[in-house]
């Protein structure tokens, strides 16, 4: 009964993102979908072989080469804007799929049935971020959907050492590999889920199958992780090319500077952060309000989650994007979930109907025009406002889609037919370079 519920409210979640997807088809993507939209195409006109792209900054733009492959396809048939868009919408279903995965894993340690599952599905995607992955052509959605089936895996083999799990090792070691891809930043599961085996290493060695073939496999999946990262590092790995992000910056300069020379501004703000993401999920209430809700919660689980937010801290795309923190948001659903369970039928009805309500008008918010337009002088003046420090609303970006829309159709009306557009933009090197006329501009203008 209860994976009927589940299907119906996977099927409601990914109707309403179908909807998003379909209604804001037409405004242009913006910012770092640039340099993903132009590596997709990139490896569409080169026989969608990503070698020659990865190898190439120009090609690049120094961007992790797997959401570009998946869009690449979707690019070819549907152009720029849409197929990458389209590729996001494919991420974020496969992101609530190991959702549904790791609730169920979770849900076993906390001694939740697994007929909450829905309700927990509900609430975590009842939240405008998540919705916004649908249609925001950015990787996030597929990132955190990777972090979480690595952490299903990384479960079942940590806690049923009976089970012969040695195709699962190699599994887990081919999804953080294609993490890394996604996200350099995946690099962190490296850590993260041998952390969570050695936690579960007195059970395991006492009584795990297969005991040694597992525990060889296991250093050499990881060991193998570890030179390919180094490979890419000098710039010898054909996958992977952090020779050419460490020189020309993309990110990783960022990310290693922060983890080697952290700054306590940059802490600091990147915490801010992660509390005010968490602050949309504001069912978190239900952990404080409900008895239950502030129950032990196991320690493997949350060392795997809390190695995630401390290993994205000190980088300091992080003060600012919160999306880089969609991954933790399910184990925090799961405490919620906790909460709920243990909490009267009036209080849950009730504080289920409040929850539901504020997030409704979010989520349309940020993710529906006509809404956002009636909505805006509150939007605007929310912007403006302090608890906006950090630019913390950067990722629900549909005022930025409206307004490149508004100037792309001003640019339409005052350039006569056949007249000549002169577009300059040093965005990610010439990441937007033959991506103008993608994004609306007229056929019979011009692009130079």
């Known amino acids: 009964m209860w994976t009927r519920r589940l299907i119906l409210t996977l099927a409601g979640i990914l109707g309403v993102g179908l909807i998003f997807l379909l209604a804001n088809d037409g405004l242009p993507i913006v910012r770092n979908s640039f340099a993903y939209a132009k590596a997709a195409m990139n490896i569409a006109v080169r026989g969608f072989n990503p070698l020659p792209v990865v190898a190439d900054m120009a090609l690049s733009n120094g961007k992790p080469i797997a959401f570009s492959l998946l869009s690449a396809p979707l690019v ?8 990458v868009r389209m590729a996001s919408f494919l991420g974020t279903v496969f992101f609530l799929g190991a959702a549904c995965l790791a609730f169920m894993r979770l849900n076993r340690r906390l001694g939740i049935d697994r007929a909450w599952i829905p309700l927990e599905l509900l ?29 299903v895996l990384v479960d079942l083999i940590a ?41 579960h290493a007195r059970s395991f060695l006492g009584r795990a199958t297969h005991v040694r073939s597992k525990i060889v496999l296991l250093c050499i999946v990881f060991g193998l992780l570890a030179a390919a990262l180094v490979m890419a590092r000098l710039g010898r790995n054909p996958t992977l090319n952090l020779y050419v992000t460490a020189r020309e910056g993309a990110g990783y300069a960022g990310y290693m500077g922060g983890l080697l020379h952290p700054s306590s501004k940059t802490l600091v703000s990147s915490l801010a952060l992660l509390i005010f993401a968490l602050a949309l999920n504001f069912h978190l209430a239900w952990v404080f309000v409900a008895k239950g809700g502030r129950a032990a919660w196991p320690l493997a689980p949350t060392a795997f989650a809390a190695i995630y937010v401390l290993g994205l801290l000190s980088f300091s795309g992080s003060s600012y ?8 948001f399910p184990f925090v659903v799961a405490a919620i979930a906790l909460g709920i369970v243990n909490s009267g039928a009036r209080l849950r009805r009730g504080g289920l109907l409040a929850v539901a309500s504020v997030a409704l008008v979010l989520t349309l918010d940020y993710n529906l025009q006509p809404v956002y337009r009636l909505l805006e002088p509150l939007n605007d003046r929310f912007a403006a406002s302090p608890l906006n420090g950090e630019r913390r609303l950067d990722n629900l ?9 508004a100037r792309i159709g001003r640019l339409n009306e005052l350039i006569e037919p056949g007249g000549t557009l002169y577009w300059s933009s040093r965005y990610y090197g010439t990441a937007t370079h033959g991506v103008a006329e993608e994004l609306g501009i007229r056929g019979d203008i011009e692009v130079r």
């Open 76 to 83: 070819a048939i549907f152009g720029a804007n849409t197929g």
């Open 159 to 199: 806690s049923e050492p009976e089970r012969d799990t040695r195709g699962l090792i190699v599994l887990l070691g081919l999804v953080i590999y294609t993490a890394i891809h996604t996200r350099l930043y995946g690099a962190i599961l490296g850590l993260a889920c041998p952390v969570y085996l050695l936690l």
């Open 321 to 328: 994007n919160m999306r880089f923190f969609l991954p933790v």
């Open 397 to 405: 970006r549909i005022g930025q889609h409206r307004d490149l829309a």
């Open 123 to 151: 609430v975590l995607s009842l939240n405008p971020l998540v919705f916004y992955q649908f249609w925001s052509a950015y990787p996030d959605g597929l990132f955190a959907g990777e972090v979480l089936l690595a952490f």
